[in-house]
């Protein structure tokens, strides 16, 4: 990819950093988007060099992602073992966020492709859908670091009246790693406590959660 990477930075008049460093990005971060502080200047380079980047990502064993409308671009994992193997309370949270991202979306909340909640909201929800108690509090910022660090939500600031109560944007890569069938499977959650494995192995083959990459 050397040669590649000097024909762009030729044909740009780039430093090749900027391209190594959105690289770097987006293997760690997983998407891009231009509506996030910090995040557009990289979006904006892989949308420009989408030949480039799709070649780099295909190499690697992971797909070119690029959404123009919704400013998003990212990657999804081509192999299975890519794949993060998630737990049972992190699948259905990602359930409960697609849920109320289509809510917000029939009603037309959207902003830039994002919806805001919060987790109180997120918390609430998942009470009423799979009738479990709430996870404690450091188990659910766990889950909530894991999947910001995935781009499916943006954490936000907390509400001056309840400092435990926290801004949450949900981002369009919802719709991307919870497909329908799988939403349709996991509406179908009753309360009753599932094999986690089972919720394991469906997570492999329909959550595109590429496995986090150690950034030096």
């Given amino acids: 990819m050397l040669k590649e990477l000097k024909k762009v ?8 950093q900027e391209f190594q460093q959105t690289a770097n990005f987006v293997i760690a971060n ?23 980047f799709s070649n780099l990502f295909d ?15 990212g990657v999804l994992p081509i192999q299975r073992e890519a ?17 109320i991202y289509e809510e917000k979306i029939e009603n037309f909340e959207v902003d830039n492709g994002f919806v805001a909640t919060n987790t109180h909201t997120i918390l609430d929800r998942y009470v009423q859908l799979v009738k479990r108690e709430i996870p404690s509090e450091t ?15 943006i954490r936000g600031k ?19 790693i919870v497909t329908e069938a799988y939403l349709r499977q996991l509406e179908s959650f009753n309360g009753t406590d599932p094999d986690e494995d089972d919720i394991e192995s469906d997570s492999e083959q329909n959550l595109e959660l590429a496995q986090e990459t150690t950034q030096d």
């Avoid at 930075?9 to 090749?16: F, L, N, Q």
């Avoid at 502080?37 to 949308?47: S, T």
């Fill in 30 to 52: 997983q998407f891009a988007s231009a509506y996030k502080h910090g995040q557009r200047k990289h979006y904006l380079l892989v949308e420009s060099y989408q030949d480039y």
């Fill in 9 to 16: 930075v030729e044909e740009s008049g780039k430093d090749a």
């Fill in 139 to 153: 188990r659910f910022k766990d889950i909530l670091a894991l999947l910001s660090r995935h781009g499916v939500l």
């Fill in 83 to 99: 794949f993060v193997r998630l737990k049972a309370d992190e699948t259905l949270f990602l359930l409960v966020l697609r849920q």
């Fill in 59 to 73: 190499a690697l064993g992971m797909k070119l992602y690029i959404n123009e409308n919704e400013r998003l671009a």
């Fill in 158 to 176: 907390s509400y001056e009246e309840d400092s435990k109560n926290v801004m949450i944007n949900i981002t369009p890569v919802v719709r991307l």
